[in-house]
């Protein structure tokens, strides 16, 4: 497979096997760069589905 270089092909390629779920009740998780991919994920989704999803983020950053 080609590598994935930005978070929009990142999405492209995982939001086929999302919305084919949207019939049932979901949670999504990621983090650190999973939760960018999560996020602009489920914001396309909202845009393209009539259904209203639900969406809450968390972030979390360690300085050491």
Known sequence: EPLLEDV???VDH???SLSELLDKPFAV???????I???????????DSLRRLRFSARAC????
């Open 29 to 35: 998780f990621g983090n650190c760069l999973g939760a």
């Open 8 to 10: 929009e092909a990142i």
């Open 61 to 64: 950053c360690f300085i050491i």
């Open 14 to 16: 995982v939001y086929p």
């Open 37 to 47: 991919v999560m996020y602009e994920a489920v914001r396309r989704l909202r845009a």
